[in-house]
């Protein structure tokens, strides 16, 4: 997701839980998530913005900025969209875990616990390793526009 303020933004959204809750850096993503048994990755990536945001995704002419790996070595299909997100309209969705670790007690944690609209530079800090390389897709992209 990427708009033309001024100058070219991200959305991104901070990873929640209790395992990101005191981290920044490299703590951020693009809306992603799993692929459904038989699902395409555009398909999947509409259902994850909305499961994520709570909001339905955007409309507009998508592009594939590509595919990343992960060190982990899960792979992230990712699309653009130039749209604009009012943030005050998010609804993040919740998934649970066990929390503490060990403690048998289950806890609901919303999926996304920040959402923000970065600048390139700055969403290079912010984003997880594996996703920040779709930055320089991006770019590329909108260098290639006519």
Do not use: N
């Given at each position: 997701?990427?708009r033309?303020?001024?100058?070219?933004e991200?959305?991104c959204a901070h990873?929640?839980?209790?395992?990101w809750?005191?981290?920044?850096?490299?703590?951020?993503?693009?809306?992603?998530g799993?692929?459904?048994?038989g699902e395409?990755p555009f398909?999947?990536?509409r259902?994850?913005?909305?499961?994520?945001l709570?909001i339905?995704?955007?409309?507009g002419a998508?592009?594939?900025?590509g595919e990343?790996?992960?060190?982990?070595?899960?792979?992230?299909?990712?699309?653009a969209?130039?749209?604009?997100?009012?943030?005050?309209?998010?609804?993040?969705?919740?998934?649970e875990?066990e929390?503490?670790?060990?403690?048998?007690?289950?806890?609901?944690?919303p999926?996304?616990?920040r959402v923000?609209?970065f600048?390139?530079?700055?969403?290079?800090?912010?984003?997880?390793?594996?996703?920040?390389?779709?930055?320089?897709?991006?770019r590329?992209l909108?260098?290639?526009?006519p």
């Amino acid at each position: 997701m990427a708009r033309a303020a001024p100058r070219i933004e991200v959305l991104c959204a901070h990873m929640g839980g209790p395992l990101w809750a005191r981290k920044d850096e490299h703590a951020w993503s693009f809306p992603k998530g799993e692929l459904d048994d038989g699902e395409e990755p555009f398909a999947a990536a509409r259902r994850e913005f909305a499961e994520e945001l709570g909001i339905a995704a955007p409309t507009g002419a998508y592009r594939r900025l590509g595919e990343y790996r992960y060190s982990s070595g899960k792979v992230v299909v990712l699309f653009a969209v130039e749209a604009d997100v009012p943030l005050e309209a998010i609804r993040p969705g919740t998934f649970e875990m066990e929390w503490p670790p060990r403690s048998g007690r289950r806890q609901e944690f919303p999926e996304v616990d920040r959402v923000a609209w970065f600048d390139v530079p700055v969403a290079r800090t912010r984003l997880v390793a594996g996703q920040a390389p779709a930055l320089d897709a991006l770019r590329q992209l909108l260098a290639e526009a006519p």
